[in-house]
Structures are given as C-alpha cells and as structure tokens.
C-alpha cells in the first residue's frame, strides 16, 4: 500500500488548497478513505471520512462547510477541498487507509495558514 499526498503550501486565511492523494497496491475502490491532520503540539486528528463509493462523507465540525473529500476510483485518488481557510487549520494533512488489519498513512503534506 503506498499513498502519497501533494498539494499543500502556504496560503492566507480565507485562502483555498486542494489537496490529492495517489493511492496504490490496493483495490481503492474498495475501500473508505480519510484524512487526517496533525498540527505542531497537538494529536493527529480525523478531518473527513469518505465510503468507497462516494455516496456518504462524513467531516469534523470544525471543518464542515468549508472543506470537501472526494474521490476518483478511475484515478485512484483522493481529494480534500479546503475552503475559507484559517489558521487553525495550520497542520501536516494525512490521507489514511484501513487495509484488513493495519492503517496505512501517506508521508502528509504541509498547509500553512498564515498573512
């Protein structure tokens, strides 16, 4: 299994990312997927969950409306829209993947909020 995320960098508050996730060595169509993030000092936390279909989604409060997952099971990849973006959204993003028994996680990519 490797994921691998891109996207991240640094933008000012009410700014917009999209962040990716290229999935392999599973059959990710098979599979929920979800971000997480970890900012400097605190625990990693779920973000958004997403079922391998597509057809339900489900978000922490602190970021409902203004972030959105999807996925292309054609293209074996996860997305993350973040919108209206804040500084407390400053942390590494993680997508994540629940494999039988084990938890796969990408290497994360940064998202820096700050003016």
């Known amino acids: 299994v490797q994921l691998v995320e891109s996207g991240g960098g640094l933008v000012q508050p009410g700014g917009s990312l999209r962040l990716s996730c290229a999935a392999s060595g599973f059959t990710f169509s098979s599979y929920a997927m979800s971000w997480y993030r970890q900012a400097p000092g605190k625990e990693r936390e779920l973000v958004a969950r997403i079922t391998n279909t597509g057809a339900s989604t489900n978000y922490a409060d602190s970021v409902k409306d203004r972030f959105t997952i999807s996925r292309d099971n054609a293209k074996n990849t996860l997305y993350l829209q973040v919108n209206s973006l804040k500084p407390e959204d400053t942390a590494v993003y993680y997508c994540?993947?629940?494999?039988?028994?084990?938890?796969?996680w990408g290497q994360g990519t940064q998202v820096t909020v700050s003016s």
């Open positions: 994540s993947v629940q494999v039988l028994w084990n938890t796969y």
